[in-house]
Every structure is written in structure tokens, then in C-alpha cells.
């Protein structure tokens, strides 16, 4: 049997004929040119007498095949939009540190940015800036407003899946109450807790308390996994670095980028079983970094989709092409805080000096455009009717007033009586806005023959205690530092006798009966008009003692890269984490969907 070499010999082979393919050729030459002779050539002046005919003809059609296509693009865009992306990743960098994910103890930004994003409250702001639900789903108030039943949503589950109930509410409360856990929530040691049943807790107060319910924003933990652990080591406890909440996102992992520095990336993923809703992001990463400059290398790199945290000096720094920066006021105020127990601040004058010499127009000047006065213990808009006016800037007089006072300038133009020279020592926290208002202040003073000493404290750097060591015994003559003031007109913290000790926070150490009444008791009446009346009775005497002065309202500096829809810019902050109101609502990109009928 021959072998398939053989075979495969034995097939025809294919052969080439040169002369047979040069008499085909010409044949297809000679019937191509008679063709073209016949059918073109011979008729061409036909087609010249109709060729108008055909111009218009083709123009006809080209113009009902333009307006065939206009009308299929305007139909599609009857019945088709622009919609935010879903299941997008979004990376937002923080100021940290992160040292526990424990809500009750969330005191940096990322913390607290981790703590809103992964645990539910019995209420929140919205994005007007007003108390809304969120836990709850209905509020019952007594007659005497001492009573204060509140329904909480019955479908709400822990990220693990076991149901929230109202112990959970009374669990936390009663963590929160105990001083050994030490957490960052105060005031609730005279309140009453209990659960009704699975869907319903009640507070009782001692006495009528008009801001209560702006208290009830406080982050709910999960009895069934920490109620054997005791206050005390509750916050070491594994629960701090794998947190089970029942917010939109759930904790996934967290990322130790650099342990020198301390960077760290908090993972989440969507919670599907959201009772608000579900989130259009499917991951959120949470980037905490120690430094603004960390942050704005971050932003260079593309590592981040947005940054909070951001200065007025370092937005200068953001690519404006690449991100856009959005600028929203929040209810707290930066203050010169006077301690007016110090040795040269205990007299009124040397405060009011002060006060005319510092002209706050020109410190919002180089602040972001729209930052907003603030010259009272509160802002503005939460008075009406008859508001204490801004003092007026007036250097004349307030030299004047330094020279009744027996404060005389030397030869160096620097004020001294006797033998002792007004020197004030300024601290202010770590912060390159801060540090910028802080220069200001002291070129302004230096005009009234003042000189100062500074001080930068970090109050994130544990190794240094500058919060024990300064801020505690009010180590300082003027601190220039931001209050939160929040959305109710309740600054009792900041500014009652009661707080003037080493755990308040009353760091001017102010004390007046009249301002301590006027605050109590617009703490206990429930009338809208009757608060704004004690109100505005505190905020006259505040202005009179002068134990601060207030520079400016603080804002939020957001840079988001361009294309990702975050939270509106018409929406009111209350604080800087209350960005996230409508974080169902956030997306990286955007898509093209049809439009509902």
C-alpha cells in the first residue's frame, strides 16, 4: 500500500498558462472600453442636459436623510437621559488618624466619616439642614416635655443579619452613661432609658430640655456582640477594628498602607439590605491620611476620587481642571477665645481693645468667597428680631482705651504699664488656615502695640499631650480656636460658669450670672419665641464682656473629581460628615437610560 507521501506525489499539480492569462486580459479590456463607449461616452451629453436634475435630486435626498437622522436623535432624547452610574467605586481621602472604628469613640474626621457611613442613628440632618428620621419613624413628646417615646423602624438588621431592636438604643445609652467607657458622647447620666418593646424606647428627663432631640443623632452599637464585654475595655475590643453597623455600608477591611505615617484605607461595600434605600456605589474607600499635604498628594496622584479636610490655603493647591471645589458654610465658628482669668486678660478693657482693633472684614477676605460673619456666641440665623449688631472695627478708639487704662506705648511702640509689657501668648491648633488667621491677628494687634507670642499645638499627636498640658489648664492667654456650635442654639458648653473647669469646655473660663440664667433657662423652655428672647439676652451680655471674639463661620472645602455626583450645593451642613445626607444618591460617571412614562 503505497504511504501517504506517495499519495500526496500522485496529486495533480497546478500549472500556469502566461499566454493563455494575456489573451484573457485583453478580451476584458476590449469588452470593458466597448461597453463604456456605448453607455457613457455616446450619451454624455444627455446626462449634461438633466445634470441639474441630478444635483437636485441628490441634495433632495441628502437633505430628507439629514432630517430622517435629526428626527431619530430628537425622539431618543424624548425617551432617553442621563443618569448617575451605579456600582461605582469611590475613594474619598480624610484627615485621620484611625485608630478605632467604634463609633462611640470616633473623634478624627475619618473616624467619624467611618462611623456615619457604617452605623444608623435614631436621627439625622437632612440635607436642609433640619432633624430628620433615620432609626426612628415616629417621635411622641408629653405634655411636659420630659417624656419622649420614640417608634423605631421594624425591617432595620445588623450587617450581620440579626434584627436592630430597641435594646440595642438602651444598650448604647447605658454605655454611654457609664464614665468608664469613656466615650466622646457626654450628658447623659440624668437621663432614663428603657425599652418598651422590640420597636419602641423611651427617655425621660428630669426637668424640660428644648434641645433634646438634636442629642438623639448619636450612633447605635449592637448589644448581641459587645454586651459581655465591660465599659472599661470596650474600646480595645475587637469590635474597634471590625465594626458591625447597620448604616448603607458595611466594613469589608482596613488597609495598613504606610505604618510610619499611619495611613490606612477603610474598605466598604454596599449594604443591599439598607432600610433607607440602596446606594448607588457598590464600594467606598475611605483614605485617612495625617497631613493636608498628604491629602493634596493624593489628589495629584489620582488616588482619591474627592478629599475632604482641605484648608482655604490648600484649594489654591488642587487642580481646578481635574476637580471641582465646592464650598459650603457649617454651624460651627473660629473665635479668639480670651482666657480672662490670665493676668492680662482679666480686665474688660484690655479685651474690648482687642475687640475694636480686630477687623474681620479684612481676615474674610482671604478666606473662600462667601464666608460668612460671625460675631456672636451663635450664628446669626439662628436669632430673629431684635440681633445684637457686629462691633464695629475702630482702632482710634480702641488705642484710646488701652491709654485710659494706663496701657502707654514705649519708645518700641509697644504698650506696657509699668513695668510689665501687654504680651499675650496665642495658641491656635495645627491647621494651615488657622495658622494664616492667626498671622493676621497678630499684624493687627501689633498696630495697637501688642505683642504676641504663638504656639501650633497638634491635637492629633498623642505623644506630645497638648490637649492635657494646654488646652485643659488654659495654659494660653488667647486661643484661637473653632467651636462646633451645631443646628440648636444651645452653646451652654462653651459658655456657662459651670463648664470654666479642667474637663469643659468653656476655655475664655467666662462667668457672668446674667449670661449663665439667660442660658439655662432657654434650655428649659420649649417656646420658639421665648428661647430667641433669652438668646439674644445672652448674646447682648457676651458682646459686652467680651470673653472671645468671633472671626468668621466655618465652611467645608470638598474637592471631587470631575464627573462624580456628590452631595448637592444647595444642601445646608450642619457638620462636615453631614455631607453624606444623600449618600444614596452618590456616583462615579454617568449612563444613558430610557425615561419612565
Given at each position: 500500500?503505497?504511504?501517504?507521501?506517495?499519495?500526496?506525489?500522485?496529486?495533480?499539480?497546478?500549472?500556469?498558462?502566461?499566454?493563455?492569462?494575456s489573451r484573457r486580459m485583453r478580451k476584458a479590456e476590449g469588452a470593458?472600453?466597448?461597453?463604456?463607449?456605448?453607455?457613457?461616452?455616446?450619451?454624455?451629453?444627455?446626462?449634461?442636459?438633466?445634470?441639474?436634475?441630478?444635483?437636485?435630486?441628490?441634495?433632495?435626498?441628502?437633505?430628507?436623510?439629514?432630517?430622517?437622522?435629526?428626527?431619530?436623535?430628537?425622539?431618543?432624547?424624548?425617551?432617553?437621559?442621563?443618569?448617575?452610574?451605579?456600582?461605582?467605586?469611590?475613594?474619598?481621602?480624610?484627615?485621620?488618624?484611625?485608630?478605632?472604628?467604634?463609633?462611640?469613640?470616633?473623634?478624627?474626621?475619618?473616624?467619624?466619616?467611618?462611623?456615619?457611613?457604617?452605623?444608623?442613628?435614631?436621627?439625622?440632618?437632612?440635607?436642609?439642614?433640619?432633624?430628620?428620621?433615620?432609626?426612628?419613624?415616629?417621635?411622641?413628646?408629653?405634655?411636659?416635655?420630659?417624656?419622649?417615646?420614640?417608634?423605631?423602624?421594624?425591617?432595620?438588621?445588623?450587617?450581620?443579619g440579626v434584627k436592630l431592636t430597641a435594646k440595642d438604643v438602651v444598650?448604647?445609652?447605658?454605655?454611654?452613661?457609664?464614665?468608664?467607657?469613656?466615650?466622646?458622647?457626654?450628658?447623659?447620666?440624668?437621663?432614663?432609658?428603657?425599652?418598651?418593646?422590640?420597636?419602641?424606647?423611651?427617655?425621660?428627663?428630669?426637668?424640660?430640655?428644648?434641645?433634646?432631640?438634636?442629642?438623639?443623632?448619636?450612633?447605635?452599637?449592637?448589644?448581641?456582640?459587645?454586651?459581655?464585654?465591660?465599659?472599661?475595655?470596650?474600646?480595645?475590643?475587637?469590635?474597634?477594628?471590625?465594626?458591625?453597623?447597620?448604616?448603607?455600608?458595611?466594613?469589608?477591611?482596613?488597609?495598613?498602607?504606610?505604618?510610619?505615617?499611619?495611613?490606612?484605607?477603610?474598605?466598604?461595600?454596599?449594604?443591599?439590605?439598607?432600610?433607607?434605600?440602596?446606594?448607588?456605589?457598590?464600594?467606598?474607600?475611605?483614605?485617612?491620611?495625617?497631613?493636608?499635604?498628604?491629602?493634596?498628594?493624593?489628589?495629584?496622584?489620582?488616588?482619591?476620587?474627592?478629599?475632604?479636610?482641605?484648608?482655604?490655603?490648600?484649594?489654591?493647591?488642587?487642580?481646578?481642571?481635574?476637580?471641582?471645589?465646592?464650598?459650603?458654610?457649617?454651624?460651627?465658628?473660629?473665635?479668639?477665645?480670651?482666657?480672662?482669668?490670665?493676668?492680662?486678660?482679666?480686665?474688660?478693657?484690655?479685651?474690648?481693645?482687642?475687640?475694636?482693633?480686630?477687623?474681620?472684614?479684612?481676615?474674610?477676605?482671604?478666606?473662600?468667597?462667601?464666608?460668612?460673619?460671625?460675631?456672636?456666641?451663635?450664628?446669626?440665623?439662628?436669632?430673629?428680631?431684635?440681633?445684637?449688631?457686629?462691633?464695629?472695627?475702630?482702632?482710634?478708639?480702641?488705642?484710646?482705651?488701652?491709654?485710659?487704662?494706663?496701657?502707654?506705648?514705649?519708645?518700641?511702640?509697644?504698650?506696657?504699664?509699668?513695668?510689665?509689657?501687654?504680651?499675650?501668648?496665642?495658641?491656635?491648633?495645627?491647621?494651615?488656615?488657622?495658622?494664616?488667621?492667626?498671622?493676621?491677628?497678630?499684624?493687627?494687634?501689633?498696630?495697637?502695640?501688642?505683642?504676641?507670642?504663638?504656639?501650633?499645638?497638634?491635637?492629633?499627636?498623642?505623644?506630645?499631650?497638648?490637649?492635657?498640658?494646654?488646652?485643659?489648664?488654659?495654659?494660653?492667654?488667647?486661643?484661637?480656636?473653632?467651636?462646633?456650635?451645631?443646628?440648636?442654639?444651645?452653646?451652654?458648653?462653651?459658655?456657662?460658669?459651670?463648664?470654666?473647669?479642667?474637663?469643659?469646655?468653656?476655655?475664655?473660663?467666662?462667668?457672668?450670672?446674667?449670661?449663665?440664667?439667660?442660658?439655662?433657662?432657654?434650655?428649659?423652655?420649649?417656646?420658639?419665641?421665648?428661647?430667641?428672647?433669652?438668646?439674644?439676652?445672652?448674646?447682648?451680655?457676651?458682646?459686652?464682656?467680651?470673653?472671645?471674639?468671633?472671626?468668621?463661620?466655618?465652611?467645608?472645602?470638598?474637592?471631587?473629581?470631575?464627573?462624580?455626583?456628590?452631595?448637592?450645593?444647595?444642601?445646608?451642613?450642619?457638620?462636615?460628615?453631614?455631607?453624606?445626607?444623600?449618600?444614596?444618591?452618590?456616583?462615579?460617571?454617568?449612563?444613558?437610560?430610557?425615561?419612565?412614562?
Open positions: 500500500m503505497p504511504d501517504k507521501l506517495d499519495l500526496w506525489n500522485r496529486l495533480p499539480r497546478p500549472s500556469f498558462d502566461k499566454k493563455k492569462l470593458t472600453l466597448k461597453h463604456a463607449n456605448r453607455f457613457v461616452f455616446k450619451r454624455w451629453e444627455n446626462i449634461r442636459e438633466v445634470q441639474w436634475h441630478v444635483i437636485v435630486w441628490v441634495l433632495a435626498m441628502g437633505v430628507l436623510i439629514a432630517a430622517t437622522g435629526l428626527q431619530l436623535m430628537w425622539n431618543q432624547q424624548g425617551y432617553q437621559t442621563v443618569a448617575a452610574a451605579e456600582n461605582g467605586i469611590y475613594a474619598e481621602a480624610a484627615l485621620g488618624p484611625v485608630d478605632t472604628l467604634n463609633p462611640l469613640f470616633a473623634n478624627s474626621s475619618a473616624e467619624q466619616s467611618a462611623s456615619y457611613l457604617m452605623f444608623s442613628r435614631l436621627l439625622n440632618y437632612d440635607k436642609t439642614g433640619h432633624l430628620n428620621y433615620d432609626l426612628a419613624n415616629n417621635v411622641r413628646v408629653s405634655a411636659d416635655n420630659t417624656v419622649y417615646t420614640i417608634s423605631i423602624r421594624p425591617n432595620v438588621k445588623w450587617h450581620d444598650f448604647t445609652v447605658d454605655l454611654m452613661k457609664d464614665p468608664n467607657t469613656r466615650t466622646v458622647y457626654s450628658g447623659w447620666s440624668d437621663i432614663g432609658v428603657k425599652a418598651i418593646d422590640d420597636n419602641t424606647v423611651e427617655f425621660t428627663l428630669k426637668s424640660a430640655f428644648a434641645p433634646f432631640e438634636h442629642a438623639l443623632v448619636f450612633p447605635i452599637v449592637p448589644e448581641h456582640l459587645l454586651k459581655g464585654v465591660t465599659p472599661l475595655s470596650i474600646r480595645e475590643n475587637s469590635f474597634s477594628q471590625n465594626p458591625v453597623g447597620s448604616g448603607p455600608f458595611k466594613f469589608n477591611m482596613i488597609q495598613s498602607v504606610d505604618s510610619t505615617s499611619g495611613r490606612k484605607v477603610i474598605y466598604m461595600v454596599r449594604n443591599d439590605d439598607y432600610y433607607a434605600g440602596t446606594v448607588k456605589l457598590s464600594r467606598f474607600q475611605l483614605h485617612a491620611y495625617n497631613t493636608n499635604d498628604e491629602i493634596l498628594k493624593a489628589l495629584s496622584k489620582n488616588e482619591v476620587n474627592a478629599a475632604t479636610d482641605l484648608s482655604s490655603t490648600d484649594i489654591g493647591s488642587v487642580n481646578k481642571s481635574q476637580y471641582d471645589i465646592l464650598t459650603k458654610p457649617i454651624q460651627s465658628g473660629v473665635y479668639a477665645i480670651f482666657n480672662t482669668k490670665s493676668a492680662l486678660l482679666q480686665d474688660a478693657s484690655v479685651r474690648h481693645a482687642l475687640q475694636l482693633a480686630t477687623d474681620t472684614a479684612v481676615i474674610r477676605k482671604k478666606l473662600p468667597v462667601g464666608t460668612l460673619a460671625l460675631w456672636l456666641p451663635l450664628t446669626s440665623n439662628q436669632l430673629t428680631g431684635n440681633v445684637p449688631a457686629a462691633p464695629a472695627y475702630d482702632l482710634a478708639s480702641a488705642q484710646k482705651l488701652l491709654d485710659d487704662s494706663g496701657w502707654k506705648l514705649n519708645k518700641d511702640n509697644v504698650r506696657e504699664k509699668g513695668a510689665t509689657k501687654l504680651k499675650l501668648s496665642v495658641v491656635t491648633t495645627k491647621n494651615s488656615e488657622l495658622e494664616n488667621v492667626l498671622q493676621t491677628l497678630i499684624d493687627q494687634w501689633k498696630k495697637l502695640g501688642v505683642i504676641t507670642e504663638t504656639k501650633i499645638i497638634d491635637l492629633n499627636d498623642a505623644t506630645h499631650g497638648d490637649a492635657q498640658n494646654i488646652l485643659q489648664p488654659r495654659n494660653y492667654d488667647v486661643l484661637l480656636y473653632q467651636l462646633d456650635i451645631g443646628a440648636d442654639p444651645d452653646v451652654y458648653a462653651y459658655w456657662h460658669s459651670s463648664q470654666a473647669s479642667t474637663h469643659g469646655l468653656n476655655y475664655s473660663n467666662y462667668s457672668n450670672q446674667i449670661s449663665d440664667d439667660a442660658q439655662i433657662s432657654a434650655r428649659a423652655r420649649i417656646e420658639p419665641a421665648i428661647r430667641n428672647a433669652k438668646y439674644i439676652t445672652f448674646a447682648n451680655q457676651w458682646l459686652m464682656d467680651v470673653p472671645a471674639i468671633g472671626l468668621y463661620q466655618s465652611t467645608i472645602e470638598y474637592a471631587v473629581s470631575k464627573g462624580t455626583q456628590t452631595f448637592n450645593s444647595s444642601n445646608k451642613l450642619i457638620s462636615s460628615v453631614d455631607r453624606y445626607s444623600d449618600i444614596l444618591n452618590w456616583a462615579v460617571g454617568s449612563r444613558t437610560v430610557y425615561k419612565t412614562p
